[in-house]
Structures are given as C-alpha cells and as structure tokens.
Nanobody
Framework: QVQLVESGGGLVQPGGSLRLSCAAS????????MGWYRQAPGKQRELVAG???????NYADSVKGRFTISRDNGQNTVYLQMNSLKPEDTAVYYC???????????????WGQGTQVTVSS
C-alpha cells in the first residue's frame, strides 16, 4: 500500500508564506515525477508545480517567481515553498506522485488527501 501524506496548509495573510510537505510511504520501488496541484471552489484541478526525479522543474505561469518546488529523494518527500501569497492562491492543494510500487509492473499516479490553503486578511 502506497500513501501520500500532506502537511503545512493553513490560513495566511496576503503577502505571507507557507510551506507544504508531502511524504510518500509504503511498498515503494521507485518514484518518478512528483508535483503539486490545486483546486479552487468551482474550478478544475490545475498543475501548480512539478519536478522529475532528476530535479527538472516546471511551474504554472501564475506562480512562477513566487513558488518553489523541491524534493528529497532519500526521504521520498516533495515540498512546495509558497511566497508572496495572493487571495487567488486559495485552494485545496494536492500532492501527486508517479510511483512504481513493489507489487506492480508499471508506475501509477497516486494522490494525497489534500490540504487547504486560505489566503485572506
């Protein structure tokens, strides 16, 4: 069984910062890409940032220069440092990872349970 557990969400004022963490655990053989998505009320889930195992990153245009994704391969953990937060960043943030489990032939995408980020004064 593979699990992704997120932490670090909360309420922050505009211009503030938050750091999200997501740890993968369980019967893992290898982890390919890891990333963060978000879904605001009434909107579709969108990619915020992603990173390959080798550390190549990509970002949504709306967060470039403000958010930074990083990962610790030894700890099977991915982070999202969010600075200069805006009210429009308010959403549920989901961790995603493409993982090959020990009992599987192919890698599959796994999702965390989501963590709420609210940016408001």
């Amino acid at each position: 069984q593979v699990q992704l557990v997120e932490s670090g969400g909360g309420l922050v004022q505009p211009g503030g910062s938050l750091r999200l963490s997501c740890a993968a655990s369980g019967a893992i053989f290898s982890i390919n890409s890891m990333g963060w998505y978000r879904q605001a009320p009434g909107k579709q889930r969108e990619l915020v940032a992603g990173t390959t195992r080798l550390g190549i990153t990509n970002y949504a245009d709306s967060v470039k220069g403000r958010f930074t994704i990083s990962r610790d391969n030894g700890q099977n953990t991915v982070y999202l440092q969010m600075n200069s937060l805006k009210p429009e960043d308010t959403a549920v943030y989901y961790c995603n990872a493409v993982i090959k489990a020990l009992n599987k032939v192919y890698a599959s995408p796994y999702w965390g349970q989501g963590t709420q980020v609210t940016v408001s004064s």
